[in-house]
């Protein structure tokens, strides 16, 4: 069987210009057409070409360039620059023009605040271009690795912890010196010991500084790499990360808004993920869904004073856990006398109000549960049983009843396809398994560039990379 082979050699007549390179459907001249549709001035980015000094490379294909390679996983400012010498793609993208490393970092760093804006322009494009409409919006969050350490994380006591060991290791150093002191025989360990004491010194002077920034901001934790990141928990365990958020269209499942929050947790977030979806399309939504986990009473009910139909199933709702014979809702609540009464017939009053955590608590009485035949059952503290309820309770029963509604029922069946799919495209298709850069300003710009890439992949499936060209071009 004959074989083909290749000739390294072979002469051959090279297209005139590189654009003979690149076919009209290829997915690189839609990203083209795309970063010059932005506007360029409301995003901060100023355009001038008729600055004096050295000149420096074109904005506009420095962004064509970030975006195009964080929408194939190629987000390192080393990897954009092997890109830029030896991938057809990004040599026709960016004119040829084979800008260093350096510089594409450079670019990064100092375009943050404008790289965040580029998500809510690109959202804006598909507003007009009838691929977003805005009426039901999806709220989910994922934890992101932040580009630092768990072990770089430092708490209170661990900073006492390490400075009453530094400190013992700077006495038992001084106490060496006096003693290489005394024998003057090894000089060279001495220069050691010492070197080893100003080591020391300045540990002690950096601990002593993240000590004082925790008190003074009342923080219980911080990263010494990234202070702005937290501790997160997640399936592969504990480490330093981000809780990235994001709002999606029921259309075409279109990114509306992407955020990042240094909350471990989603219950603080839904009213204003879906009050940053409302600035960018400009009108508010008719309903908004989200899981369980974001089931705050105070959340949803911000979002419900705006007339717009909350989706949001409480943890009840959401665990499949079944009932018992002496579960919460075997209680009846009488409002008249703000007191339970149990299903044995004894009342429940109300002993205690907590405003921190904004709920009433309400016990039988230990010697009324403990004659009780069902003690034991319905439960075994000497104190008797005790019942809590919400202040707003009747607001978290009203929306337990809309989301058993079968209409909301089926948009709560969408949420999965809606707003859990541009995660997985981030994380798995892109290999987006931490952040590359670091603060708060900068985990945002790049979550606001890949949400703009997954859009862009998104339209072109839908559309066609000549049928978006044509519409962006015009």
Not at 57 to 80: A, C, E, N, Q, W
Not at 130 to 142: A, K
Request: aromatic share 6%; proline share 3%; hydrophobic share 30%.
């Amino acid at each position: 069987m004959a074989y083909r082979h290749g000739d390294r050699r072979q002469k051959i007549l090279f297209p005139q210009s590189i654009d003979e390179y690149i076919p009209q459907d290829a997915p690189v001249r839609a990203y083209d057409v795309f970063v010059d549709s932005l506007n360029f001035e409301q995003l901060g980015i100023q355009i001038d070409s008729h600055k004096v000094g050295c000149p420096q490379y074109d904005p506009k294909m420095m962004l064509k360039l970030l975006v195009y390679g964080y929408s194939y996983g190629i987000r390192s400012s080393r990897k954009l620059e092997r890109a830029a010498h030896y991938n057809l793609s990004f040599i026709w993208l960016t004119g040829g023009m084979k800008p260093d490393h350096k510089t594409i970092a450079e670019f990064r760093r100092k375009n943050k605040a404008a790289l965040t804006l580029v998500l809510k322009q690109c959202a804006r494009l598909c507003v007009e271009l009838g691929l977003i409409e805005g009426n039901t919006l999806f709220v989910d969050g994922s934890k992101v690795r932040a580009n630092a350490s768990i072990q770089k994380s430092w708490t209170r006591q661990k900073c006492t912890k390490h400075l009453e060991q530094i400190e013992a290791r700077i006495t038992e150093i001084l106490s060496e010196c006096e003693q290489a002191d005394q024998k003057e025989s090894d000089n060279s360990s001495l220069v050691k010991i010492e070197k080893e004491l100003a080591n020391q010194k300045t540990l002690r002077a950096k601990v002593l500084g993240i000590l004082d920034k925790l008190q003074a901001e009342g923080k219980t934790s911080m990263n010494s790499t990234d202070p702005d990141c937290t501790k997160i928990h997640g399936r592969q365990g504990s480490h330093a990360g981000y809780n990235a958020q994001m709002v999606v269209d029921e259309k075409y499942g279109l990114i509306v808004s992407s955020d990042v929050v240094t909350e471990n947790n989603d219950l603080h977030q839904f009213a204003d993920q879906i009050d940053q979806a409302h600035q960018t399309l400009g009108h508010p939504c008719q309903t908004a869904c989200a899981d369980s986990g974001y089931s705050h009473i105070e959340e949803l009910e911000k979002v419900d004073h705006q007339g717009i139909q909350v989706v949001v199933p409480s943890s009840r709702q959401a665990s499949d856990k079944q009932t018992g014979p002496f579960d919460k809702n075997h209680f009846q609540y009488d409002p008249d006398r703000d007191c339970y009464i149990c299903p044995a017939g004894e009342i429940l009053e109300c002993r205690r109000t907590d405003l921190d955590r904004r709920r009433k608590e309400y016990l039988a009485g230990a010697g009324v549960c403990k004659q009780c035949e069902h003690f034991g059952m319905c439960t075994d503290s000497r104190n008797g049983r005790k019942v809590t309820r919400l202040l707003k309770e009747e607001f978290r029963e009203k929306l337990e009843r809309e989301y058993e509604q079968p209409a909301n029922q089926d948009v709560y069946k969408l949420r999965k396809q809606k707003v859990e799919l541009p995660f997985g495209h981030i994380k798995h298709n892109l290999k987006v398994g931490g952040f590359l850069l670091r603060g708060l300003e900068g985990v945002r710009a790049e979550m606001s560039i890949l949400s703009s890439c997954f859009n862009m992949a998104r339209m072109i499936s839908l559309i066609g990379v000549s049928g978006l060209t044509s519409m962006l071009a015009g």
